[in-house]
Nanobody, 126 residues
Framework: QVQLMESGGGLVQPGDSLRLSCTAS????????VGWFRQAPGVEREFVAT????????YYADSVKGRFTISKDIAKNTVYLQMNSLKPEDTAVYYC???????????????????WGQGTQVTVSS
């Protein structure tokens, strides 16, 4: 079992940056594929980025590619989402999720992840 806690959300202006953190307890993130998802009001949850267990391969949604970067610090048992050039359409609750044994074709599917954090709000507005 792993417990996940997100932090780092807030209110920023378009073009600003934020770094979200997902800190794990109860188990090492080395054992899991860890992803970020987001959900805006009235919209289905969508995949943002993930870092695959073992290989460390990175995957991004087209909407954030080139602006967001996912990374992992095993020593701190934390996964980060660096978000640059934020846009109003990035406004959402951001969740981190962890799972093991996720095949590549399922990495963008939230249902493939077993453990979820409580979410952190990101609001991009002028």
């Amino acid at each position: 079992q792993v417990q996940l806690m997100e932090s780092g959300g807030g209110l920023v202006q378009p073009g600003d940056s934020l770094r979200l953190s997902c800190t794990a307890s109860g188990s090492t993130l080395r054992s899991y594929t860890v992803g970020w998802f987001r959900q805006a009001p009235g919209v289905e949850r969508e995949f943002v980025a993930t870092i695959k267990r073992n290989s460390g391969s990175l995957y991004y949604a087209d909407s954030v590619k080139g602006r967001f970067t996912i990374s992992k610090d095993i020593a701190k048992n934390t996964v980060y989402l660096q978000m640059n050039s934020l846009k109003p359409e990035d406004t959402a609750v951001y969740y981190c999720a962890a799972g093991s044994g996720i095949i590549t074709s399922s990495l963008r599917n939230g249902a493939a992840y077993t453990f979820w954090g409580q979410g952190t709000q990101v609001t991009v507005s002028s």
